[in-house]
């Protein structure tokens, strides 16, 4: 596999579903020169939290932070971001959160969306303009300390973006990035945290249900699910810790993937199962550690991207020395 094609689908695949980098199966070539490009980055942020100690109705603890961004890439114009934060907390036999985000977004295309070297899979776009949008988020944290310091926390989201920045194949099979004028996206995220048996145990389950639509104008596209925004995503964990060692058992479901603006043509869903072993000592003020892994425990053939396939089991052995 190429190294410029490498370094793209795991960038891709850090874009798209937030992964950390894993190794992925295909063809490419060097790298072309895109010349030297130069950005300034001001940015400045400002905010005030008001507190309410002992309020009247349930809640012992009330905020309302407002607070402001301004930023200025030196290759587009500057822009301010508000955001307002409200938080309520109640504390008993259980911890009790309420929180809520009401912001304006702005992103502006990075270095690789505007310049990554045309190969033969994939190229930046300089004609891109920064994304912006308006996000609301409510949600709420309930921990009971009496139940092994069970936390759960659940988070419903509407996200409406203008210029949305979307990497995708275009006509002649390379992937690039486009600006899309208009989308909507919404659903939950539930997270789960347990620690039954204190630090020596601990689980964690996280799933996201969520709805990307594109909200453009072409009749062909509107209203159909943006291209590899999966609508279910679904980790769980655990943990096992004695001394210095620590085992971890992971296992990783992402739904069906639309890979075609219209809508059809999609990828299956797949559950991958990764496992690792660790053990870390002190020893002359220095800390050593040796980790052993195992990903995709049960060999399973799939593919993040089309036409990129992951490789079967994989086996990693690291050690490592922090000063």
């Given at each position: 596999m190429g190294?410029?094609?490498m370094e793209f689908l795991e960038y891709l695949d850090r874009v798209l579903y937030?992964?950390?980098?894993?190794?992925?199966?295909?063809l490419g070539k060097d790298i072309t020169d895109i010349g030297k490009k130069k950005r300034n980055n001001h940015a400045a942020y400002g905010t005030v939290t008001l507190f309410w100690r002992e309020f009247p109705?349930?809640?012992?603890?009330?905020?309302?932070?407002p607070a402001l961004r301004y930023d200025y890439p030196s290759d587009?114009?500057?822009?301010?971001?508000?955001?307002?934060?409200?938080?309520?907390?109640?504390?008993?036999?259980?911890?009790?959160?309420l929180i809520s985000h009401l912001t304006r977004s702005y992103r502006a295309p990075t270095f690789n969306d505007l310049y990554w070297p045309k190969d033969s899979f994939s190229e930046g776009n300089p004609n891109l303009v920064p994304e912006t949008g308006i996000n609301w988020d409510a949600g709420l944290s309930f921990t009971f300390p009496s139940l092994?310091?069970?936390t759960l926390t659940g988070n419903y989201f509407i996200n409406n973006m203008e210029n949305l920045i979307l990497w995708a194949p275009g006509a002649d099979g390379l992937w690039?990035?486009?600006?899309i004028s208009k989308t909507e996206s919404y659903g939950i995220e539930t997270a789960t945290r347990w620690k039954p048996l204190g630090e020596y145990v601990e689980l964690a389950f996280d799933y996201m249900y969520m709805v990307a639509?594109?909200?453009?104008?072409?009749?062909?596209?509107?209203?159909?699910?943006?291209?590899?925004?999966?609508?279910?995503?679904?980790?769980?964990?655990?943990?096992?810790?004695?001394?210095g060692v620590e085992m971890n058992a992971l296992d990783h479901y992402v739904g069906k993937r639309y890979t075609t603006a219209s809508n059809t043509k999609s990828l299956e869903a797949y559950n991958v199962v990764d496992a690792n072993i660790g053990y870390s000592f002190w020893m002359a003020?220095?800390?050593?550690?040796?980790?052993?892994?195992v990903n995709n425990l049960t060999d399973l053939s799939y593919f993040p991207i089309e036409g990129s396939p992951v490789p079967g089991r994989e086996f990693r052995f690291t050690v490592g020395v922090t000063i």
């Open positions: 190294i410029r094609r937030g992964n950390a980098p894993r190794k992925l199966v295909g109705v349930f809640f012992q603890e009330v905020s309302l932070t587009f114009t500057p822009e301010l971001s508000p955001k307002v934060t409200l938080t309520l907390k109640h504390t008993s036999w259980l911890s009790l959160s092994g310091d069970l690039r990035p486009n600006n639509l594109d909200k453009s104008d072409s009749k062909a596209t509107y209203d159909k699910d943006l291209i590899y925004r999966p609508r279910n995503k679904f980790s769980a964990t655990l943990t096992l810790r004695f001394g003020g220095l800390r050593f550690s040796a980790k052993f892994e």
